[in-house]
């Protein structure tokens, strides 16, 4: 049996997430498809009782440090290298000091980074790779300094929209950074990025094989059934959908089944009821990857109003629209970072303003009234750009390249 090239640690917050299914799917495929060891870390305990079908085998070697496990590593390093793990305490004090519930969570991440250490130097472990720029990034940045393996992360959205600390930091110190679209390469580029170390864009893809396309239009008269799959969060837009559902005559038959569980879900509800939509919105909540696929299947219309929270928080690039394009489902969305690099707008789907619900109504009442789109050129570029195989093919050659010169 050959030697796996290089053993990799992929390090997340939580693990399962519902909606981190893109994260499953890159290391199922790099996990079956190269020559790629991987063992996946989690910080933190998973908050979320819904597991996808496709994350279950990769229970079984998930590793998250007990208490007792971190107090002992921290231990252990700051008797093996007590000016490095103390400078790095240092260091993380001065980056965060200004935000009190950042500094809690990254001094808390600290000694589970530091047992995570241990094991990246005891089962030697090549090369560390944590998805999201915040505390993933943290612990794969404190696992490099203190054992001497290069590091590198994937920034997604609320990780580096929401907040900054440290960004540069973790940008100069890795081997390369991975992310999601050019929208997010643009942002990274005032922290280092391309500058100081290279930033890869690798798509968060889908497997194009799994979705049946199938170009459809708007029934003429009767029900028109849309979906949304989003978490019940700020950012995902649901109120100002219902608003505009409640605004425009235009719309009276399209109904619409909200896929997703999340803290929003009562307050929704309650602007449902007052809006007098009870018999035209539905809430299922959190459904499996198989089901979606379904869904997406059987709906006339997909629909993702996102846009930017209060307190900053905005999508990168949804996958649910690369999963409906793959289907060939009508498409409305928001003119939202790497959004218009995957739905051209009036061409592959639609895209209205963020957070604007007349915006909002008007480009579901152009679909609506049966305007064309090019289904198919959605398909195409979601097999020519987006799809997993071809993301995991490209993080195995940057996994596997070996450290870069930094001269």
């Not at 496990?69 to 093996?80: D, P, Q, T």
């Not at 200004?98 to 472990?125: C, N």
């Not at 959004?339 to 009036?346: A, G, N, V």
Request: with cysteine; net charge neutral.
């Amino acid at each position: 049996m050959t030697e796996p090239r290089q053993k990799i640690a992929y390090i997340v917050s939580r693990f399962p997430a519902a909606s981190e299914t893109f994260v499953v799917r890159e290391l199922n495929a790099l996990v079956a498809d190269h020559e790629v060891e991987v063992t996946l870390m989690s910080l933190f305990g998973s908050n979320d009782g819904f597991l996808h079908e496709e994350a279950k085998p990769l229970l079984a070697g998930l590793r998250r440090p007990r208490p007792a496990e971190a107090a002992i590593a921290s231990g252990y390093w700051l008797v093996r290298r007590p000016l490095r793990l103390l400078g790095l305490v240092a260091r993380v004090l001065a980056g965060t000091w200004r935000h009190p519930r950042t500094l809690a969570r990254s001094l808390a991440t600290l000694p589970l980074a530091a047992a995570h250490a241990r094991t990246v130097r005891d089962e030697r472990i090549g090369h560390v790779h944590a998805h999201f720029a915040s505390y993933p990034a943290l612990a794969a940045w404190l696992c490099g300094r203190l054992v001497g393996v290069p590091y590198s992360f994937t920034a997604h959205a609320y990780d580096i929209f929401v907040s900054q600390d440290l960004l540069a930091e973790k940008v100069a110190g890795a081997e390369f950074v991975v992310t999601i679209s050019e929208f997010n390469r643009r942002f990274l580029r005032d922290f280092g990025g391309d500058r100081m170390t290279p930033v890869e864009v690798v798509h968060a893809g889908v497997d194009p094989r799994r979705y049946t396309f199938r170009e459809r239009t708007i029934p003429g008269r009767g029900p028109v059934a849309a979906l949304c799959v989003a978490t019940l969060q700020e950012k995902k837009g649901h109120a100002v959908l219902l608003e505009a559902l409640a605004s425009a005559p235009e719309l009276e038959r399209l109904n619409v089944e909200l896929v997703g569980g999340g803290e929003l879900r009562g307050p929704l509800e309650a602007q449902v009821a007052a809006l007098g939509l009870g018999e035209r919105v539905r809430f299922l909540g959190a459904r499996e990857e198989a089901e979606v696929r379904t869904m997406l299947d059987r709906a006339d219309l997909f629909v993702l109003p996102s846009l930017i929270a209060a307190d900053g928080q905005m999508e990168g690039l949804p996958v649910v629209l690369i999963e409906a394009l793959a289907c060939g489902l009508p498409s409305v969305a928001t003119r939202l970072s790497g959004i218009p690099e995957l739905i051209s707008d009036r061409e592959t789907g639609v895209l209205a303003e963020p957070g604007d619900a007349a915006s909002l109504a008007a480009a579901l009442t152009w679909v609506v009234d049966g305007c064309e789109l090019d289904l198919a050129a959605g398909r195409r570029l979601v097999e020519l750009e987006f799809d997993v195989r071809k993301s995991a093919a490209r993080m195995a050659e940057l996994l596997c390249a070996g450290p870069r010169d930094r001269r």
